[in-house]
């Protein structure tokens, strides 16, 4: 993703508390299993099985789901749109090897 970091969006990861729902590479703590496990998100064709996985998606995802996806159980995260491009670009390091 251009102009995005994926560091920073690990950090913004931690901040918001992703792990609480998810399990994610890169955090050991906590491991969440509401919402599915993102290790090979990366990998996905769909984003929460509607969406096309595109960056520009994601990106607005990770902020407001429930815009994209009305009756999600994923909230909206208070993210700002600099810092949901760097979520996005993490979930994109996150690929099958």
């Known amino acids: 993703m251009p102009q995005a970091d994926p560091a920073a969006g690990l950090a913004a990861i931690r901040r918001v508390g992703c792990g609480s729902c998810h399990s994610i590479p890169g955090l050991s703590w906590p ?9 090979r998100f990366g990998d996905q064709g769909m984003i929460a ?5 595109r960056p520009d998606v994601l990106a607005h995802f990770v902020r407001r789901a429930p815009e994209l996806v009305p009756g999600t159980t ?10 949901a491009r760097d979520v996005a670009a993490y979930l994109y390091t996150l690929r099958s090897r």
Not at 49 to 53: A, E, F, I, V
Not at 74 to 83: I, T, W
């Open 31 to 39: 491991k969440g299993e509401l919402g599915p496990a993102l290790d």
């Open 74 to 83: 994923m909230p909206a995260m208070p993210l700002s749109e600099k810092e």
């Open 49 to 53: 099985g509607r969406l096309p996985n």
